[in-house]
Structure formats: C-alpha cells, structure tokens
C-alpha cells in the first residue's frame, strides 16, 4: 500500500518562502512520476509540478523561476521549494504518485494521494 505524508505548509508573507515535503512509503519509487498538485477554494485542483522517471521536471507556468521539485531517493521523499510566493498561491498542496510506463512523462492521474497540506499567502 503506497502511503504519501506532506508536510511543511504554514502561513507566510508574500515574497516568503516554504518547502514542502512528501514522505513516501510502500511503492517501487523507481516505477512512478511523482507530482505537486494544489486546490485553492472554488477552484479545480491543478498540477504544479511533477517529476518523471527520468527525473525531468516539468512546471505550470505561474510557478516556473519560483518553485523546484525534486526528490532524495534514499529517503524516498519528495520536495518543493516554494520562493518568491505570492497570494495566489494559496491552496492545499497535494503529493501524488502515478505509476507510468514511460520514463519521461506523466501522462495519466495519480493513483495515490496524500492528505494534503495548506499553504497561505498573505499579501
């Protein structure tokens, strides 16, 4: 059973940063995109970054220059360093693991997620 554990959100002022990370336990990591995904109220959940098999990042374009994904294999954890934050980028921030096929996309929806953690951004 694949289990995901976020934590790290909080409340900070815009221009702050925060870094979110996303213990994972029960998986073959080597099988599986790993992504940040975030919900703001009244608004659809959208993915923020991901990281592939390869270990290609990829971005939404509101976060590129501002956030990086990345992941210690050794201790099967993932993260997201969060700079230069702004109010917009208030939301529950969601860790997410697909397993994909391909080594250099993430094509499909998470099979896994974790409970979440908030980040607020006050202006």
């Known amino acids: 059973q694949v289990q995901l554990v976020e934590s790290g959100g909080g409340s900070v002022q815009a221009g702050g940063s925060l870094r979110l990370s996303c213990a994972a336990s029960?998986?073959?990591?080597?099988?599986?995109?790993m992504g940040w995904f975030r919900q703001a109220p009244g608004k659809e959940r959208e993915r923020v970054a991901r990281i592939a098999r390869d270990g290609g990042t990829s971005y939404t374009d509101s976060v590129k220059g501002r956030f990086t994904i990345s992941q210690d294999n050794a201790k099967n954890t993932l993260y997201l360093q969060m700079n230069s934050l702004k109010p917009e980028d208030t939301g529950m921030y969601y860790c997410?693991?697909?397993?994909?096929?391909?080594?250099?996309?993430?094509?499909?929806?998470?099979?896994?997620w974790g409970q979440g953690t908030q980040v607020t951004v006050s202006s």
């Open positions: 997410a693991a697909e397993e994909s096929p391909y080594y250099s996309a993430c094509p499909g929806v998470p099979e896994y």
């Open positions: 029960g998986y073959t990591q080597s099988r599986y995109c």
